[in-house]
């Protein structure tokens, strides 16, 4: 039996999806965070690769979060064979009650339009997942609160701590015998409305810390400035704002924003499209856990009508037959749908609809990852191939990168200066180069930590 705990990264190794780090101890399997991949084409083919280890060998699955880069290839690893527990705090377990089904219909829709229009090089085209596979994967779930250690074996033990990002949102520390290992999972920033900073880390030996934003700061501003400025100006060239935007989380703190401006009188009443049913039940969850450590407001006592989360004119919209009606609005409106980085999703539709005037604006506002929709748009690409086919770009392209649920390098930094004493090695993972390089340089001439950026697929002994 090997006594040396080893790390064998399986994803978000040089990239920021695919989050899955295989820890093998004499206690046993475990994989933390079991993400699909996204993005670039020779990346999302890895999701269809067969799995790196066999999938009934893993003893236990521990997910730091809800987003599907962390938890939507669960559903097809259970497929392959994993019959092991997936630890996850309480609100992620909901959460993952609506995102895993969600993909797997994204899925099973996905694979329908490629065998109608034949672009598919599986014959027939098959989904990764169904949406039934996804509700079978959910009854594997073991909900763990904050801060309670859980005890996986004599030499085996983790626990959760709030890092802000989104609701569930945890770093995870685990104990293998003597050694300490942190993974951050996501960090939420340190200057949020919504959000509660990341909780500092302990001690470590090893820490797992994402790098998306490495290399870069937040824009100082004030970020209700920048929103209201682009709003306004869409509204006077009768313009429409089509926002790409998780579901869960994002949606929840544009809401939040746009309400504070609408309050104030700096916008005008706008009606507001939330083209997403999944959102609505998201919405409901922040509500019914709206006590939990990562969020800032406590949103256990609003209703409807007071919620924070919620603006004036607020539609949820949740049949497609609703969807395709905003599509005739041509008053200026806010419309909200995902996904985040228009990979796919009802955002994709609007984007067809709307990219094509120039009175329109298209919002980013969360981190674009390479090969996505949403990094063509903020590259300044002047057309966009949706199914197949190519739409000009003639609509407003805006970023406000103060708005995203991930902290910068600065944030980045802070969270690694809480550990009490230096880590024997920081592995960098979930970032593109840029990220992984800025943050690198960072650590070294600030902490003078040592620093590894891991291969896709490298496996390390950690002794
Ligand atoms: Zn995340």
């Known amino acids: 039996m090997e006594s040396v705990p080893t790390i064998h990264f399986l994803g978000a190794a040089r990239c920021v999806t695919g989050s899955k780090f295989l820890l093998q101890t004499a206690e046993g399997t475990t994989l933390v965070d079991c993400g699909l991949f996204q993005g670039l084409k020779e990346l999302r083919e ?10 009934a060998q893993i003893d236990q699955i521990i997910l730091t979060h809800a987003h599907i880069d962390h938890t939507g290839y669960l559903p097809r690893l259970a497929k392959e064979g994993f019959r092991g527990q997936v630890y996850c705090t309480p609100s992620t377990a909901e959460l993952l009650g609506l995102l895993l089904p969600d993909c797997g219909h994204l899925q099973e829709d996905d694979a329908r339009y490629a065998a109608k229009k034949s672009f598919s090089k599986h014959s027939p085209p098959l989904p990764l997942f169904t949406e039934q596979d996804a509700r079978a994967s959910l009854r594997l779930l073991r909900p763990v609160s904050f801060s309670q250690p859980v005890k996986l074996g004599d030499g085996l ?8 990002h989104i609701l569930g949102a945890g770093s995870l520390e685990i104990r293998v015998g003597d050694t ?3 993974f951050s999972g996501d960090l939420g920033r340190y200057h949020d409305e919504v959000m509660n900073p ?9 820490i797992f810390i994402e790098s998306t934003y490495g290399n870069r700061l937040h824009a100082g501003r004030d970020v209700s400035t920048d929103l209201a400025d682009v709003i306004n100006r869409t509204v006077r060239r009768g313009g429409t704002l089509l926002i790409p935007a998780f579901a869960i989380g994002r949606t929840q703190t544009m809401l939040y924003h746009i309400r504070q401006l609408e309050d104030a009188g700096r916008i005008p009443r706008l009606p507001i499209f939330i083209d997403s049913p999944m959102a609505v039940d998201a919405s409901a969850l922040y509500c019914r856990f709206g006590r939990e450590e990562n969020l800032k407001l406590d949103l256990t006592m609003t209703d409807d009508d007071c919620c924070p989360l919620r603006c004036r004119d607020t539609t949820f919209v949740r049949t497609p037959e609703e969807s395709k009606r905003i599509n005739d609005l041509r008053t200026p409106a806010i419309i909200i749908a995902a996904s985040g980085m228009a990979t796919g999703g009802r955002v994709v539709h609007h984007l067809a609809n709307r990219l094509p005037d120039k009175r329109n604006t298209v919002l980013l506002v969360g981190y674009q990852a390479d090969g996505t929709r949403g990094r063509a748009l903020s590259n300044g690409d002047k057309k966009l191939k949706i199914h197949g086919q190519f739409v000009p770009v003639r609509a407003e392209i805006a970023s406000i990168s103060g708005l995203s649920a991930h902290g910068d390098q600065r944030d980045l930094l802070r969270w690694l200066s809480g550990f009490r004493r230096a880590p024997r090695r920081v592995f960098l993972i979930h970032g593109e180069d840029d990220g992984l390089n800025g943050l690198s ?5 600030n902490l003078k930590w040592p620093v590894h950026i891991p291969n896709h697929l490298e496996r390390v002994e950690l002794h």
């Open 157 to 164: 033990t983790f626990s959760y701590h709030p890092t802000g």
């Open 441 to 445: 340089d960072q650590v070294r001439e």
């Open 180 to 182: 300490r290992l942190w």
């Open 198 to 206: 990341p909780t500092p880390g302990g001690e470590a030996d090893y």
């Open 46 to 55: 890895r999701n269809w690769q067969p799995f790196p280890y066999p999938a």
